[in-house]
């Protein structure tokens, strides 16, 4: 049986706090030293610049149709070390059991660097 999580809540400042951007991938490349399947990704986020991060979406993604696909990030969490990557952002995505995990993109044309909120 799945357990669901469900956070607890939190106030609308606490959500404000997270820098959540958009941007287009203009590099992919596999991550060889991850544990799991991953993609090495170079995001561009317009006049916040470009971002690495090191993202587990194999599943769904082939690394050609990345190519210039606009996601949503997270910008202001610490710089993490993945498998000799330093990642600089979080790619969000959705966590789906029976779709695997698909990425969070605008479904209309946004500027890299628009902020989420």
Do not use: W
Request: aromatic share 8%; net charge neutral; charged share 20%.
């Amino acid at each position: 049986m799945e357990t669901h999580f469900f956070p607890e809540p939190i106030q609308f400042a606490d959500f404000l706090k997270i820098g959540m951007y958009v941007g287009t991938i203009i590099g992919a490349k596999p991550n060889l030293k991850a544990l799991k399947p991953a993609y090495v990704l170079e995001i561009d986020f317009g006049y916040l610049g470009c971002k690495i991060s090191s993202a587990q979406i194999t599943q769904n993604y082939e690394m050609e149709s990345l190519m210039g696909k606009k996601i949503v990030a997270v910008l202001n969490f610490p710089i993490k070390k993945v498998a000799d990557v330093k990642s600089e952002c979080l790619v969000l995505a959705a966590l789906c059991p029976t779709n695997g995990t698909v990425l969070i993109e605008p479904n209309q044309e946004v500027e890299n660097g628009a902020r989420i909120g």
